[in-house]
C-alpha cells in the first residue's frame, strides 16, 4: 500500500511559478514509477510528467522546458517544479505511483493561473 498527498497548488499569475509535492507513506522501495497528472472538468486526466527507476524522465509535451519533475528518495517525496506557467495550465494536478502494477493515486491540489 502506498499514501500519497499533494501539496503546493494554489492561484499565481501568469509566468509565475509553483512548486508542488507529493509525499508518500512507506518507502519508495519497489515503486517503479512516479508521475503527475492533470484533469480539467469535462476531460481526461492527462499525464504531465513522469519519472522512473534510475531517474529518468518524461514530459509532456505541453509542459517541456517549463516543468521539472524530481523525486527525494529519503524523504519519500516527489516534486514537480512549474515555471512560466500559462491559464491553461489551471487544473486539478494528481499524483500517481506505480507499485508492483498497482497504481496509487494522490487526492489532487488544484492550480489556478490567471491571465
Known amino acids: 500500500q502506498v499514501q500519497l498527498v499533494e501539496s503546493g497548488g494554489g492561484l499565481v499569475q501568469a509566468g509565475g511559478s509553483l512548486r508542488l509535492s507529493c509525499a508518500a507513506s512507506?518507502?519508495?522501495?519497489?515503486?517503479?514509477?512516479m508521475g503527475w497528472y492533470r484533469q480539467v472538468p469535462g476531460k481526461q486526466r492527462e499525464l504531465v510528467a513522469a519519472?522512473?527507476?534510475?531517474?529518468?524522465?518524461n514530459y509532456a509535451e505541453a509542459v517541456k522546458g517549463r516543468f521539472t519533475i524530481s523525486r527525494d528518495n529519503a524523504k519519500n517525496i516527489m516534486y514537480l517544479q512549474m515555471n512560466s506557467l500559462k491559464p491553461e495550465d489551471t487544473a486539478v494536478y494528481y499524483c500517481?505511483?506505480?507499485?508492483?502494477?498497482?497504481?496509487?493515486w494522490g487526492q489532487g491540489t488544484q492550480v489556478t493561473v490567471s491571465s
Open positions: 519519472i522512473f527507476t534510475g531517474g529518468s524522465t
Open positions: 512507506g518507502s519508495f522501495f519497489r515503486i517503479n514509477a
Open positions: 500517481k505511483a506505480t507499485k508492483r502494477g498497482d497504481d496509487y
